[in-house]
């Protein structure tokens, strides 16, 4: 026995000397050697003669080719933009930010407060340019009454607003100068008490005290102003009404009222300028610093995509509306204090009593203000979870809609959203309640409101949470020998939490509990808790070193730790012990390519500078010409997030070409050919790895163990540890693992062999060349056909080879059709009559209860007489008069009714808004759910996330504030009017006037108002998908060092949106500056009726309606602001309402005339018949009129070059995408006829790219609970990944994370496979389902297909071709056409066929 293992190891070793000193001669032919087409666009042609072409050649070529310009784009080479012009303006103006920008520098002395100190000059001149901020250079005058945005305002009303129309933001508010301020005083507090004992909010209180104690002084000078007024001036005009003094004392009375209102509204408005600034800096500091942070983290930890995104989406403004409405809390106590002083003062001790009410008022309040906050802390809690769900949804909706699992997920939204309305609902009657029950007192009941939503609900706990997670610890040092590249040295590295038990063996596992065990509910199986932050081994005592411009070669099986080892090399992982060094810079090649939202060309240079020889170099190595060739743009064409408009293997090789172009020292490739055709995978091998990157280091991590002969050295991976470290041969002699790990793959290899050459007549043996042939395989678009495509995309408004759209600023006012949704989506008009008269209710009784006073306090004590002596007088007492006890009785009982209709009001109006918001988010959740894959492709996922996460935060709790409050002021506002058109009718024509102008002004700027709303709607979305993008890309962004990019363009984003919200926030107070201005004219002109009908008018009623009158000054500016803003906020209802309404669903669910048997598919044969199909009306066909039969339980093998149209069968056969013309028939059905949930939940997917959801392992594999324990046991045996999962601690139980992240990729492959083997169906597709596996692995998968899905019909996609080679047959695609479809056999005996070729490319590979 030994001897024959002796003897195969011998026998390995000749072989791969052999395999060596040929890769070598083959080597030298591949200076001229390339398989892939060569680069050929509009205008830029680059004939290369595969044959005889050398290094120099290709260099001349591309001069030549450069000289011609390619595809006419010469004004493109440099700046690298996009065609589209609105792109190439935004751009431009991005790039302004930097000039505008100043650096901050820390400044103790009084000159930091300069530039504020300036605002106090009256009046300035301006010498800013255009697109800067107006507020920085304006004057007092100016910063008080907000006129610097004047110019904005009449802008939008008359042609509406526009980008360019906007100001970049303040380089004092930008976030970058604002992040740096705020990092200086945190790393000083660190520094000063360490990290655990650091506190941010000290450190915000430093950030933002200066202003916001200058903003409490000023306020209380109002609250001041506010009791001066009325005590002072009001009381003695009104006792000089009932006077014989002078009118010229009247004069002074009633002047001193109206200038101590006119400076109360002036100083008001100041408060709001200061914090508005400082909001908008804290704002920008916060989470400008949370970002730096997420880009020094290696992962999430135990957080979310959805919970960061939700962190910046909505704790962000909470933030904002803290700093801007905090110091107004100081009105509170002011306002309690003067009043019992004032008070004692007038009406003496015993009024006190009548004071309780009052003064209980506060402690109440700020009891429903902790309440409050309590319950929004854990509204956030479940808004986060539902965020998080929905942004796994967008990232997974294609295999979603595949396994016809939206019931499933939509029933999990729907029960987050139900715990998520329960605890709004309780917050909203909290709050309810407390504007109801402080009518008295409206302005200060609205800011205590306010804060009682926003102030005591402001928590910072989540973000310093994440201020204070573990960064990367820097842990590679530089090597102390010159010559080594890459040196470990007895080093232990563990993952984070995020990563618990990632690649990690079963040695240190947990048995898993009885499989008879309860399993958790689905509810409980998600992860809404939070897991514990714990640092898990997984690669164990490293010891070896690379030596400059070594290729090594990294191999071992599934979950082995190859991964690791290439993290462990970026420095993502914890060094526990041992050392790890690294000297140069690094390129990095994920397993899953990282594809940004940009132009190819983009995607490539990574803000790297165009050289274009260089360029072009990199494309034609990595075999991108002919893909390029194909795009509508060229290189500029752009490309959908996630790479959505790419194959997997056009991913890898963009990914790649990234690397090459970026010429760096270390080059980390992590298995980059897997997701490519074989004969593709020779060529990168030859082109990048052996050509490219000759003289470079590079750590090859592979599947592909025939390109490990080819290495310099092999390292041998196996449960973590080195296993085997050395020359290939070498390992093959010294290494049993190694030799059976190699034999077992060349096994495959030579079954290929040999069943190919059993097929194959003797002509076709013969060694060929690993080239490519070039002419007869491009996929060029006709000439009339780009230009039919360039011509469709102008059309649309978009720049040639433009994916997505731009996102749509609505126009105009708001329609009556989104009022009219929310009122249905509220239960109907009736309801809402209802509702509203709750409101005439509650009002009215307050209303009443007042008029009743006056009506007491005028009938005096009822002419009853007192006998004083001998004297007979009439009393003057209100205590004599004889009806006092009915008085006091109907005036005693409103207290009653006051409080009853107040908490009916609450309770119904909050009930009705919250049934709004759910029945809109339900329905916008299901149309976008049942959106075709057309609306995902263009559609950023930051634009959807902005919905369900801003935007439905505005519908859920802003849009009822500010309604409440603006319903309930106009009905005060009708009762005040009333008074005092009763007392004084010849205030009636005044009133009219004051109204005309306030509604004119109201009319004509609430579009400014509006558009900025609109314009903040819109900033969001960019700025989400970029956290989004970069969360997903942190390894990548590491290691090139991209960070300062990606930070640069996070702070243009954020300051893009804070502008945004700047500006709006202004435009709303520049409308109440005037509005107040204006109440106070009706605060004079009343003053000046009581003046001059002095004796005509009872003292009593001219008091109450100069009160009610004084009251409006604020209650009417707030009332007009609040109906504004109230429209403004209605914008994203509009935004819900025309998702609803825009979006095209795919076809239904079920058809119920049309019900599949439930035994269909019985026989699983698959007919397309002249079929076409195009992804998007725009675009070029890519399936071109196939016809084809497949018979019962046959199995297909589909092959041919990328963009050949193999993944879009799936598509086509899944219905993804309707087909253009043509039908598919299964089992003689036209699946046209189908409804969706019953076509594709009969068939089942294995895709390219495996996707695991947050929850457990049992929900991955079974979201319906349909099968046994037992049968997903069996289901994970026969996919090899029992013993994976049964040493979790809590077996099927055990949590997966998001991405499945705490997996290997081959071991979320295999996990995708045994869901497929659950689902038992008829009809198998595999697109690329093996790429990621080790060839061990794949060969029993291969045999388990085959046992398992014996009676099963299989489509299979394929880059490796042993994989298809006995197959029943095997379809040759190209160009969206089927050229040949026939028996393995019959295909290679064709010597000109195209599979005959491509297995001869094939297998040169093999042997290269």
Same mark, same amino acid.
Not at 659 to 679: G, K, N, T
Not at 1289 to 1316: H, I, P, T, W, Y
């Given at each position: 026995m030994a001897e024959n293992e002796s003897q195969d190891v011998n026998t390995l070793v000749n072989e791969g000397n052999n395999a060596s000193n040929e890769g070598d001669t083959l080597l030298d032919q591949s200076d001229c050697a390339s398989n892939a087409s060569p680069l050929k666009s509009v205008g830029f042609i680059l004939q290369t003669d595969v044959a005889e072409v050398n290094g120099d050649e290709i260099d001349a070529d591309i001069d030549d080719a450069l000289d011609e310009g390619y595809m006419g784009m010469e004004c493109t080479l440099e700046r690298g933009f996009s065609l589209n012009e609105s792109a190439i303006a935004k751009d431009l103006r991005h790039e302004r930010y930097s000039d505008v920008a100043v650096k901050y520098m820390p400044d103790t002395s009084l000159r930091r407060y300069k530039p504020s100190v300036k605002h106090f000059i009256p009046i300035r001149k301006s010498s800013r340019a255009r697109d800067e901020m107006p507020v920085d250079e304006a004057g007092l005058y100016s910063f008080i009454t907000i006129s610097w945005i004047t110019n904005m305002m009449w802008k939008a009303y008359?042609?509406?607003?526009?980008?360019?129309?906007?100001?970049?933001?303040?380089?004092?508010?930008?976030?970058?100068?604002?992040?740096?301020?705020?990092?200086?005083?945190?790393?000083?507090?660190?520094?000063?008490?360490?990290?655990?004992?650091?506190?941010l909010q000290y450190v915000l209180w430093q950030f933002y005290r200066t202003r916001f104690l200058f903003g409490i002084v000023i306020f209380s000078l109002t609250i001041i102003l506010g009791f001066v007024g009325p005590i002072a001036f009001m009381r003695f005009f009104i006792s000089w009404l009932s006077s014989d003094e002078p009118l010229l004392v009247g004069l002074f009375w009633a002047g001193g009222l109206v200038i101590s209102e006119f400076a109360r509204v002036t100083l008001f408005c100041l408060v709001w300028s200061i914090n508005y600034r400082n909001g908008i800096r804290l704002r920008a500091a916060c989470l400008g610093m949370l970002y730096r942070k997420l880009m020094k983290m290696s992962s999430l930890g135990n957080r979310s995509v959805g919970e960061v995104i939700n962190l910046f989406a909505n704790d962000a403004q909470r933030i904002f509306d803290f700093v801007v409405i905090g110091p107004l809390i100081i009105g509170g106590p002011l306002v309690a204090v003067g009043g019992v002083i004032y008070i004692l003062w007038l009406l003496g001790p015993w009024a006190l009593f009548g004071m309780v009410a009052f003064l209980l008022f506060y402690p109440f309040q700020y009891c429903l203000s902790r309440l409050t906050g309590y319950l929004r802390r854990k509204t956030i809690t479940v808004t986060d979870e539902r965020v998080r769900m929905m942004n796994e949804l967008l990232n997974c909706v294609k295999l979603i809609k595949m396994y016809a699992w939206e019931k499933s997920f939509a029933s999990t939204v729907s029960g987050i959203r139900s715990r998520e309305r329960q605890l709004l609902e309780k917050s909203a009657y909290v709050q309810s309640l407390s504007l109801a029950m402080a009518p008295t007192v409206p302005i200060i009941a609205a800011i205590v409101t306010f804060l009682a939503h926003i102030g005591a609900g402001y928590d910072l706990t989540p973000?310093?949470?994440?201020?204070?997670?573990?960064?990367?610890?820097?842990?590679?040092?530089?090597?102390?020998?010159?010559?080594?590249?890459?040196?470990?040295?007895?080093?232990?590295?563990?993952?984070?939490?995020?990563?618990?038990?990632?690649?990690?063996?079963?040695?240190?596992?947990?048995?898993?509990?009885?499989?008879?065990?309860?399993?958790?509910?689905?509810?409980?199986?998600l992860l809404s808790q939070e897991m514990e932050l714990h640092h898990v081994e997984v690669l164990f005592g490293l010891n070896f070193t690379i030596n400059k411009g070594e290729l090594v070669g990294v191999c071992g099986g599934v979950?082995?730790?190859?991964?690791?080892?290439?993290?462990?090399?970026?420095?993502?992982?914890?060094?526990?012990?041992?050392?790890v060094d690294l000297q140069g810079t690094c390129a990095y090649v994920g397993q899953q390519a990282w594809i940004l939202n940009a132009t190819l060309r983009d995607n490539i240079l990574l803000d790297e500078s165009f050289d274009a020889k260089r360029y072009y170099r990199v494309i034609h190595a990595c075999s991108l010409s002919q893909d390029i060739e194909t795009m509508p743009a060229g290189d500029m064409t752009e490309i959908g997030e996630r790479g959505i408009n790419l194959s997997g293997g056009q991913k890898?090789?963009?990914?790649?070409?990234?690397?090459?172009?970026?010429?760096?020292?270390?080059?980390?490739?992590?298995?980059?050919?897997?997701?490519?055709?074989?004969?593709?995978? /020779?060529?990168?091998?030859q082109w990048v790895i052996k050509r490219a990157l000759q003289g470079k280091t590079t750590i090859f991590v592979t599947h592909q163990l025939q390109y490990l002969p080819q290495c310099d050295r092999v390292l041998l991976i196996q449960d973590g540890r080195v296993a085997g470290f050395d020359l290939h041969a070498k390992l093959l002699e010294d290494s049993t693992e190694y030799a059976t790990l190699y034999k077992s793959h060349m096994d495959s290899v030579e079954k290929e062999e040999y069943e190919r050459d059993e097929l194959s007549p003797p002509a076709v043996r013969r060694r060929q060349d690993s080239t490519m042939s070039t002419g007869s395989e491009r996929n060029s678009i006709p000439d009339k056909l780009m230009d039919d495509i360039i011509q469709e995309s102008l059309a649309e408004g978009k720049g040639i080879g433009q994916l997505i759209s731009e996102e749509k600023l609505d126009k105009g006012d708001i329609p009556w059709s989104t009022y009219h949704s929310y009122i249905i989506a509220c239960g109907g008009y009736i309801v809402c009559t209802l509702v509203i008269s709750t409101f005439l209710l509650n009002v009215g009784s307050t209303a009443f209860s007042s008029w009743w006073l006056s009506m007491w306090l005028s009938a005096g004590s009822g002419n009853t007489t007192l006998t004083l002596g001998n004297e007979t007088i009439v009393s003057d007492s209100i205590a004599d008069n004889p009806d006092r006890h009915y008085y006091q009785t109907v005036y005693g009982s409103f207290i009653l009714v006051i409080l009853a209709t107040s908490l009916i009001r609450g309770f119904s109006f909050m009930k009705t808004t919250l049934r709004a918001s759910s029945q809109m988010h339900d329905q916008v959740f299901m149309k976008v759910f049942h959106s075709p894959m057309s609306f995902f492709d263009t559609t950023p996922s930051g634009r959807i996330i902005n919905i369900f996460s801003r935007d439905m935060d505005e519908v859920d709790v802003r849009v009822p504030m500010t309604l409440e409050m603006f319903i309930q002021n106009i009905f005060l506002i009708a009762s005040a009017l009333l008074f005092v058109c009763l007392v004084f009718p010849y205030f009636l024509p005044i009133l009219a006037v004051l109204a005309i102008i306030m509604m004119f002004i109201r009319n004509v700027f609430r579009v400014g108002i509006r558009d900025f709303k609109r314009l903040e709607n819109v900033s969001r979305s960019p700025l989400y998908s970029h956290i989004s993008t970069t969360v997903n890309g942190l390894a990548t962004i590491h290691a090139y060092?991209?960070?300062?990019?990606?930070?640069?363009?996070?702070?243009?984003?954020?300051?893009?949106?804070?502008?945004?919200?700047?500006?709006?926030?202004?435009?709303?107070?520049?409308?109440?500056?005037?509005?107040?201005?204006?109440?106070?004219?009706?605060?004079?002109?009343?003053a000046m009726l009581a003046l001059f009908l002095r004796g005509v008018v009872d003292p009593s009623f001219a008091g109450l309606a100069l009160a009610y009158a004084t009251q409006l000054s604020g209650i009417f500016q707030y009332t007009v602001r609040l109906s504004t803003e109230t429209e403004a906020r209605f914008t994203s209802v509009q935004r819900l309402d025309n998702c609803s309404k825009v979006l095209v669903s795919e076809a239904s669910s079920i058809t119920e005339s049309k019900r599949a048997d439930p035994l269909w598919p019985k026989y699983g044969r698959i007919s397309y018949k002249k079929v076409q199909l195009k992804y998007r009306p725009e675009t070029p066909l890519v399936l071109k009129g196939i016809s084809f039969h497949i018979?019962?339980?046959?199995?297909?093998?589909?092959?041919?070059?990328?963009?050949?149209?193999?993944?879009s069968l799936g598509t086509a056969l899944f219905r993804l995408v309707e087909l253009t013309a043509g039908s598919i028939r299964i089992d003689g059905i036209d699946i046209s006829t189908l409804g969706l949930e019953d076509l594709r939940s009969r068939l089942s997917i294995i895709p390219q790219d495996p996707v695991l959801f947050i929850g457990t392992v049992r929900y991955n594999l079974d979201p319906f609970e349909s099968h046994s324990d037992e049968e997903i046991w069996s289901a994970l045996e026969q996919?090899?990944?029992?013993?994976?999962?049964?040493?979790?601690?809590?077996?099927?139980?055990?949590?997966?994370?998001?991405?499945?992240?705490?997996?290997?990729?081959?071991?979320?492959?295999?996990?995708?496979?045994?869901?497929?083997?659950?689902?038992? /169906?008829?009809?198998?597709?595999?697109?690329?389902?093996?790429?990621?596996?080790?060839?061990?692995?794949?060969?029993?998968?291969?045999?388990?297909?085959?046992?398992?899905?014996?009676?099963?019909?299989?489509?299979?996609?394929?880059?490796?071709?042993?994989?298809?080679?006995?197959?029943?047959?095997?379809?040759?695609?190209?160009?969206?056409?089927?050229?040949?479809?026939?028996?393995?056999?019959?295909?290679?005996?064709?010597?000109?066929?195209?599979?005959?070729?491509?297995?001869?490319?094939?297998?040169?590979?093999?042997?290269?």
């Open positions: 008359k042609t509406g607003l526009k980008d360019d129309d906007v100001p970049l933001c303040s380089k004092y508010d930008m976030c970058e100068y604002n992040t740096d301020r705020l990092e200086i005083l945190w790393n000083a507090e660190v520094k000063k008490k360490g990290k655990d004992a650091a506190s973000a310093q949470r994440m201020l204070v997670m573990e960064e990367l610890t820097p842990y590679r040092g530089n090597p102390e020998d010159s010559s080594v590249a890459v040196a470990f040295q007895n080093a232990t590295l563990a993952w984070d939490a995020v990563s618990l038990q990632k690649e990690k063996r079963n040695t240190e596992s947990i048995k898993k509990k009885e499989s008879n065990k309860k399993v958790p509910s689905q509810a409980d199986q979950g082995a730790g190859k991964s690791s080892l290439i993290s462990a090399a970026l420095g993502h992982m914890r060094l526990e012990k041992g050392c890898q090789r963009v990914s790649l070409a990234r690397a090459i172009y970026a010429d760096r020292d270390v080059y980390l490739l992590d298995d980059p050919l897997s997701a490519v055709d074989a004969h593709v995978g /020779s060529h990168l091998f060092g991209k960070q300062s990019l990606f930070s640069k363009k996070f702070s243009v984003f954020f300051d893009e949106n804070s502008c945004a919200i700047y500006l709006f926030n202004c435009a709303m107070r520049w409308l109440a500056v005037r509005l107040d201005l204006l109440a106070l004219c009706v605060t004079s002109s009343t018979d019962s339980m046959e199995k297909i093998g589909v092959v041919g070059r990328t963009g050949s149209g193999k993944s996919t090899y990944m029992k013993d994976r999962i049964s040493c979790l601690d809590l077996g099927l139980s055990s949590c997966v994370v998001e991405n499945g992240e705490n997996f290997s990729v081959g071991e979320r492959q295999l996990l995708c496979m045994a869901r497929v083997l659950l689902r038992n /169906s008829k009809i198998l597709f595999l697109d690329e389902a093996t790429a990621a596996i080790d060839a061990e692995t794949d060969i029993k998968i291969q045999k388990t297909l085959k046992n398992a899905f014996k009676s099963c019909t299989m489509i299979t996609i394929a880059h490796r071709l042993n994989t298809v080679m006995l197959c029943s047959r095997v379809m040759v695609l190209d160009d969206g056409k089927v050229m040949e479809f026939d028996t393995p056999r019959a295909l290679l005996a064709n010597n000109s066929s195209m599979f005959s070729k491509m297995v001869a490319k094939s297998k040169a590979s093999f042997i290269s």
